[in-house]
C-alpha cells in the first residue's frame, strides 16, 4: 500500500496547503485510504505537518484530509 499523505508532503513547499485525497488511478480506494489518517498523524505528531479537516462520507469513511506543512 502506497503512502498518499507522504507523496503529498513531499511535493509541497514549506507553508503550502493541501488537500490529500485517494486517486483511483493509482489503485486507491477509500479503503485503502483510511489509514492514511494514521499517517497524517503521525506527521503531525513529529511536528512536520498540521491537519486542518477531515471530510468524511455519511458512513464515516474518510475521502480527504487537508494538510499544512510546517517543516
Known amino acids: 500500500m502506497r503512502d498518499v499523505v507522504n507523496e503529498v508532503y513531499k511535493k509541497m513547499k514549506v507553508g503550502s496547503i493541501a488537500w490529500v485525497r485517494p486517486v483511483a488511478a493509482k489503485g486507491d480506494t ?16 513529529e511536528g512536520l505537518i498540521t491537519i486542518g479537516d477531515v471530510k468524511r462520507q455519511d458512513d464515516n469513511m474518510i475521502e480527504a484530509i487537508r494538510i499544512h506543512r510546517l517543516a
Open 30 to 45: 477509500l479503503e485503502t485510504f483510511q489509514s492514511s489518517y494514521e499517517h497524517a498523524k503521525a506527521l503531525a505528531d
